[in-house]
């Protein structure tokens, strides 16, 4: 039987609904909430994700900011904005797009967020209440991968859950998570050995690599729930023939296109062997931004000291 397929556009279609209810609820008490978006230098893809970041809260009618500082930019002067973006009564939550230049201090500027406007859950403070269980900002794509696992009611108690990456802004946190909903959490990395023997114990089985089609059939135990965080582009019809079993509309798709979207799991062996997976594009992707969106939300709320925030 072929897997079920987790729509992340469903679940995201699902979460704006609710969050505009919130927004139109906020706004009749006068508070608009506000989002700045921090885009330094001219790297590709953060340009696409903090389009579409600012394109959502505009869909939610939130007011937003978008500002692009000289890729020159010393520490000290994104220090600067910050403070002036901590200060700004219209700003509730504050989006530092990564990565940030390499002449930047990056934890610097991520710590100098304001706890209480860090909607991207990565400032020490939030990442240590994550880590204790307590109320704070958590960081987007985590949070997104338990709604897709929660509205899809995936049981996650005392299940056997393998996340492959260890980074701090996917890999740890969905780990943290998963842990406080009382899964059994083991963190892979690039050391661990016999990675395949190990993921295949999984029920819920989270790649966050970074590597094309890299988790393949020996590493899906059948009928788990296979999530998959990355994005990876195949940019020549070797690479996409190399990954996919049957190319044609992938082909037409590159030549059209000039690349094709995969994730870190082998679309076709996902779709055989696993419960369910979640598809590139269209599963984990639409969740991290309407997930930044209600963040911004829940900060408007708390910040402003609306009932339920
Ligand atoms: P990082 O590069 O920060 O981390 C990658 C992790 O994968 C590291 O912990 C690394 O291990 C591990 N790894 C690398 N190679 C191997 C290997 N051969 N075997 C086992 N583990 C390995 O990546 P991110 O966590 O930031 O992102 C991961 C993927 O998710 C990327 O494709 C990224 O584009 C995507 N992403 C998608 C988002 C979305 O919205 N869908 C949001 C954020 C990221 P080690 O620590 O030992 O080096």
Redesign the pocket.
């Known amino acids: 039987m072929l897997a079920t397929i987790l729509d992340g556009n469903k679940i995201r279609d699902e979460i704006q609904a609710e969050l505009l209810q919130q927004v139109a609820d906020l706004k009749r008490r006068g508070v608009t909430p506000g989002l700045a978006a921090v885009l330094v230098g001219d790297n590709p ?1 953060s340009q696409i ?1 903090v389009r579409s970041k600012v394109q959502a809260s505009e869909t939610l009618g939130l007011y937003s900011q978008k500002i692009e500082p000289s890729k020159n930019s010393t520490t000290e002067e994104l220090l600067g904005l910050v403070h002036s973006l901590n200060q700004d009564e219209r700003i509730d939550g504050i989006l530092i797009q990564l990565p940030l230049p390499p002449q930047v201090d990056s934890r610097r500027v991520l710590n100098t967020v304001d706890p209480a406007k860090d909607v991207d859950g990565f400032h020490s403070v939030n990442l240590g209440n994550l880590v204790a269980g307590r109320p704070g900002f958590v960081p ?2 985590p949070a ?1 991968i338990l709604e897709i696992l929660k509205r899809s009611k995936i049981p996650l108690s005392g299940a056997r859950a393998v996340v ?8 740890k946190p969905v780990a943290m998570l998963l842990l406080h909903e009382h899964a059994t959490v083991t963190i ?5 050995r016999d ?1 395949p023997a190990v993921a295949r114990q999984a029920d819920i089985l989270v ?5 094309a089609a ?1 988790v393949t059939a020996e590493f899906i135990k059948p009928g788990a729930t296979v999530i ?5 582009r195949l940019t020549t019809q070797e690479e996409v023939r190399n990954v996919f079993h049957d190319p044609a509309s992938r082909l037409e798709t590159l030549a059209k296109r000039g690349s094709v979207l995969v ?2 799991v082998q679309p076709e062996d996902a779709r055989s062997i696993a419960g369910a997976f979640t598809p ?1 594009p269209g ?7 309407i997930m930044l969106m209600s963040n911004t939300i829940k900060a408007a709320r708390q910040r402003r000291a609306v009932a339920g925030g």
């Open positions: 893809a994700y987007c794509t997104g492959i990456g260890r980074s701090d802004i996917v890999g892979c990395h690039s050391r661990t990675l790649a966050a690599i970074g590597k890299f998959d965080v990355g994005i990876n994730g870190d590139v599963g984990v992707g639409p969740l991290t931004v």
